[in-house]
């Protein structure tokens, strides 16, 4: 498609390129620009920051303590990631090779929990993870039925039931993140196995490839860059998590952004907070570059 | 008889096998089983939320009698509408910029556009907080104006994605379609005001869609940028899960989830299931 040069119309493009810099840069940038001053910046007092030019923020934020975080955020994110891949590849696989009546009410019914607010999503998950709750109570009939038919075999009947702690700890963590985040996955998923030519696949269940081997060597392959797009568009937001963990997670499940926010809430530590944005956008920009370079090399060829 | 009378499976039938069927079925559950039990015990007559004791909507009431909540969700509700119309204007004209022209730099203000997508909220809202507190920002303004702050952070996270979805559709857009308009005399603005904006209006649909579901779901760019007199419902439902789990968040959550459902089905109503499908 041929673009127009912009000094062939200046009065056109000035109406549609000046509003766009202008956002762009007063309402993003300079407030980018900010953070990233005040990380090199220390405290004097209670409301006044020097810009002074000091490293002193990210060699804190290099410590063992911040390390650890930090590993563990990506520890967890990946997971979920992962979890969201195993859960959502059959899913993606169904609305691409169902029916076209079924297809459209298959994908709504993946955008609905996408579209409707996280907050309450997550409340509503809480509500039932308690340890009133019915997947509580869902484990205790279980167990009590697995104690009855103990007796009734003649064995010793198991002991009375304790309610489970399923709340407020790492598993509750990854759990809500896996639920926020499932939709993420499944779209870009079917987005890519959509474009498929199935020829491709009609071609190799005829020379006689099972259904399995069928999609570990076709399919998988194929879809692969909507299996990466799925994991970035993933794998990105659960890194940068706040809200599941401060809600759902315990005193020792804070992930990277519970951190920052308390720098700028509790512990009034401006330039701190500053340096672990900084470093978590950075981390960020390394995932986009691996993708980005994973995704150069198959032209290499 | 019906078992051996249904018509044998296809190959590719994929979804009509056991397993498949049970997978969705189970993932289904996952997603909506929370949802659902959360809107049946809004109606709960209990305090404590686990034990079914009859069926009222003193909740409801309760949740509208609460002035700070009811004043929550407009707040809510005027930052996403002032958001929508900004990141519309925004994001096409945005498109447009870079769907047409070749200018320098292109590369780079392309990439700087979406970067507010890939940037984690919390940096986004942590940049929002020292920005406005650098810049001075008066927090004493009447509403709706004192609602300036925070839609101007909305703005900033939703118009990148009115832009995303409208290039891929002016992609499709044929060319000379602008130039018989030319031909035939009209201006670049009657150009594009009468041969454009018709041919990106699903696009612009979808985008305000997107924008006003953003921006009524954000919690953690605006947990940064509000302040005590601007309260936004998904602020306030935090504080009201962070101290006390009370039937009167289960009434008003289910509240918003009407909403979204309901706008859903305006969406569907305007577009068909297959676009709005297409435009995620």
Known sequence: MAEQDWKANRRAFAAVSLPTLFWIVLFFLVPMAIVWLYSFGENRGLTEIEISGTLSNYKRATEWLYLTIFGKSFAV????TLICLILG???AMAITFASEKWRPWLLLGIMLPFWTNLLIRTYALMMLLGTQGFANKGLGALWEGTSWIKTLVGLQPLPTWEPVQ????????????VYVHLPFMVLPLY???DRLDRSLIEASLDLGAGHFR???????????????AGVMITLIPALGAYLTPDLMGGTDSQMIANVIERQFKKANDWPFGAALSFLLIYAMFALIAIQSMRR????AH | ??????????PLEYSRTLWMRLWVGAVMLFLYAPLIVLV???FNDSKRNVVWRGFTTKYYEKALGNDQLVEALLNSLTIAALATIVSLALGAVAAVMLWRFRFPLKGAVDGTVSLPIIVPEICLGVAFLMFFAAVGWPTDLVWPFNLGAITIAHVTFCFPFVTMVVRSRLASFNREQEEAAKDLGASEWQVFRDVLIPHIKPALVAGALLSFTLSLDDFVITYFTSGPDTITFPVKVYSMVRFSVTPEVNAASTLLIILTVALTFVALKAQGVKAIAETH
Do not use: D, H
């Not at chain 1, 994110?77 to 979920?80: F, Q």
């Not at chain 1, 399923?166 to 759990?175: Q, T």
């Not at chain 1, 150069?296 to 032209?299: H, Q, T």
């Open chain 1, 296 to 299: 150069k090399v198959p032209e």
């Open chain 1, 89 to 91: 590849f059959p899913v």
């Open chain 2, 1 to 10: 008889m019906a078992l051996f009378a249904r018509i044998p499976r296809a």
């Open chain 1, 214 to 228: 069928t999609i570990m060597r076709i399919v998988i392959p194929l879809a692969a860059p909507g299996i990466i």
């Open chain 1, 191 to 193: 987005a890519a196995l």
């Open chain 1, 77 to 80: 994110a990946a997971l979920v």
């Open chain 1, 166 to 177: 399923l709340l407020f700890n790492n598993f509750a963590v990854v759990f809500g993140l």
């Open chain 2, 40 to 42: 049946i015990f809004s």
